[in-house]
C-alpha cells in the first residue's frame, strides 16, 4: 500500500484550509519502508543496487 498525496496542498488551498503544521523535527508521520521480494540473483541485485543509493 502506498500512502501519498502529492496534491495534499492543492486540496488545502481549495477547503480554505491551513496545511498541517509539521517541521523536519515534527513531520506529519514518519516510518520505515521495506520491500520484501523472492530470494533469486535478479532481486538481490536489485536490493544490493537501492542499499547503495540509500
Excluded: R
Excluded at 3 to 20: E, G, H, L, M, Q
Amino acid at each position: 500500500m502506498v500512502a501519498y498525496t502529492p496534491d495534499i496542498y492543492d486540496v488545502f488551498y481549495s477547503a480554505s484550509k491551513d496545511p498541517f503544521p509539521h517541521t523536519k523535527t515534527s513531520p506529519v508521520a514518519s516510518h520505515e519502508d521495506s520491500l520484501l521480494c523472492k530470494d533469486t540473483p535478479e532481486n538481490q541485485a536489485l536490493i544490493k543496487k537501492l542499499n547503495d543509493a540509500i
